[in-house]
Antibody, heavy 118, light 107 residues
Framework: QVQLQESGPGLVKPSETLSLTCTVS????????WTWIRQPPGKGLEWIGY???????KYNPSLKSRVTLSLDTSRRQFSLNLSSVTAADTAVYYC????????????WGQGTLVTVSS | DIQMTQSPSSVSASVGDRVTITCRASQGISSWLAWYQQKPGKAPKLLIYAVSSLHSGVPSRFSGSGSGTDFTLTISSLQPEDFATYYCQQGASFPYTFGQGTKLEIK
């Protein structure tokens, strides 16, 4: 059974960088599109981007200037860095696996709430 | 960006009812359409991918249909565990986008 687990600080100060890691277990980390999605409290889902085999990365243009995704296959982890955060970046952040390009998100982490506040 | 519009935004129904949720894309997305179920405080769960394919372990009372820009999710006979929020998502072009969600409530 594939499992994903997010980890990282739950509180980030404005203008600082939000950093989260997702650890994958139960299946290979190779050959899939590893994705980040976020959900502000009480709102809908926003796709942040994905990384595939470290060489293919796609970002949401609305966040592109502030987002960096990376993949560490030896640790079976992928990571999200979001710089210059504001209160608008307060959300539950989910990591997920996309089966194939354009396909669905078949496994999700439980999500982690990140609050941006001084 | 492709805009995904779901209707209704909320619906009240009873156990045993048949419910249909609609998702409309602002442009054609071929078959790159998935449906998710989300319960409060939980991550979304994949129900249907590629418009009509049922994800492993999902009950057969869930079904999907449609093509091009118009898609539907149908629950044939509501069960107590089906009361949740449902989202559609397109994977045809970047950025991937989700519908605003349909909240299914108990009548």
């Amino acid at each position: 059974q594939v499992q994903l687990q997010e980890s990282g600080p739950g509180l980030v100060k404005p203008s600082e960088t939000l950093s989260l890691t997702c650890t994958v277990s139960g299946d290979s980390i190779n050959g899939y599109y590893w994705t980040w999605i976020r959900q502000p409290p009480g709102k809908g889902l926003e796709w942040i981007g994905y990384i595939y085999n470290s060489g293919i990365i796609k970002y949401n243009p609305s966040l592109k200037s502030r987002v960096t995704l990376s993949l560490d296959t030896s640790r079976r982890q992928f990571s999200l860095n979001l710089s210059s955060v504001t209160a608008a970046d307060t959300a539950v952040y989910y990591c997920a696996r996309e089966k194939g390009r354009g396909d669905s998100l078949d496994y999700w982490g439980q999500g982690t709430l990140v609050t941006v506040s001084s | 960006d492709i805009q995904m519009t779901q209707s209704p935004s909320s619906v009240s129904a009873s156990v045993g009812d048949r419910v249909t949720i609609t998702c409309r894309a602002s442009q054609g997305i071929s078959s790159w359409l998935a449906w998710y179920q989300q319960k409060p405080g939980k991550a979304p769960k994949l129900l249907i991918y590629a418009v009509s394919s049922l994800h492993s372990g999902v009950p057969s009372r869930f079904s999907g249909s449609g093509s091009g820009t118009d898609f539907t999710l149908t629950i044939s006979s509501l069960q107590p565990e089906d009361f949740a929020t449902y989202y559609c998502q397109q994977g045809a072009s970047f950025p991937y986008t989700f519908g605003q969600g349909t909240k299914l409530e108990i009548k």
